[in-house]
């Protein structure tokens, strides 16, 4: 089975500044990698996805992340965020496995705090 | 866009009730899925379908059923509400093409009183 760990819970940061929010996942299998993000009494929009090729990934809003396949890592990154930024953040991991459905594991999340 | 809609934002039950939570997506997708979502926990998949009348347990089905007898539309059903199925649900829904994007609904938050 696959599991995913955001180790941080809440972020704290200054608007302009940059962030960078942290994910690792462990899985006996190779995995697909995906960021989701949660505004605040919305459900989940997807904000980038690694399959393959390039490890470092561009999404929306001005967000990347880089797959790092020897450190198990997927973490999140912002030059420079912005009040309209804050909401929660979810890591998750689909196996590249057969079968026809793939559910996804999510991380806890982590609440993306910006100040002014 | 994909528009996956859920039939209740807010639902107030109380206990041994039967639950229905409806959704229902537009985009012609075989996939569906259904998470609950707890603070410190994230989400967790309940049950998903694949296709017509199909169904996979999850990694939490323990108290819940699911039925999907059209391709757009896929219940959650809770036999018999208990307190510690107050959360939040949400439903997803995507194309059969292996790591597809999951367009979710905006949620139903479930209270068991």
């Known amino acids: 089975a696959q599991s995913v760990t955001q180790l941080d819970s809440q972020v704290p940061v200054f608007e302009e500044a940059p962030v960078e929010l942290r994910c690792n996942y462990s899985?006996?299998?190779?995995?697909?990698l995906f960021w989701y993000v949660q505004y605040p009494n919305q459900g989940l929009q997807l904000l980038l996805k690694y399959l393959s090729g390039s490890t470092l990934v561009k999404g929306i809003n001005g967000f990347e992340a880089e797959f790092n396949k020897s450190q198990t890592s997927f973490h999140l990154r912002k030059p420079s965020v912005h009040i309209s930024d804050t909401a929660e953040y979810f890591c998750a991991v689909s196996v590249m496995a057969g079968g026809g459905a793939d559910g996804l594991t999510f991380g806890k999340g982590t609440h993306l705090i910006i100040q002014p | 866009d994909v528009k996956v809609t859920q039939s209740s934002r807010y639902l107030v039950k109380r206990t041994g009730e039967k639950v229905f939570l409806e959704c229902v997506q537009d985009m012609d997708h075989e996939n569906m899925f259904w998470y609950r979502q707890d603070p410190g926990l994230g989400l967790r998949l309940i049950y998903f379908?694949?296709?017509?009348?199909?169904?996979e347990k999850g990694d939490i089905p323990e108290g819940y059923s699911v039925s999907r007898e059209k391709k757009e539309r896929f219940s959650l059903i809770l036999e018999s509400a208990s307190t510690n199925q107050t959360s939040m649900y949400l439903c997803?829904?995507?194309?059969?093409?292996?790591?597809?994007?999951?367009?979710f609904g905006p949620g139903t938050r479930l209270t068991v009183l």
């Open positions: 899985s006996s299998v190779s995995v697909y």
């Open positions: 379908s694949y296709d017509v009348k199909m169904k």
């Open positions: 997803a829904s995507s194309l059969i093409v292996r790591a597809n994007e999951q367009f």
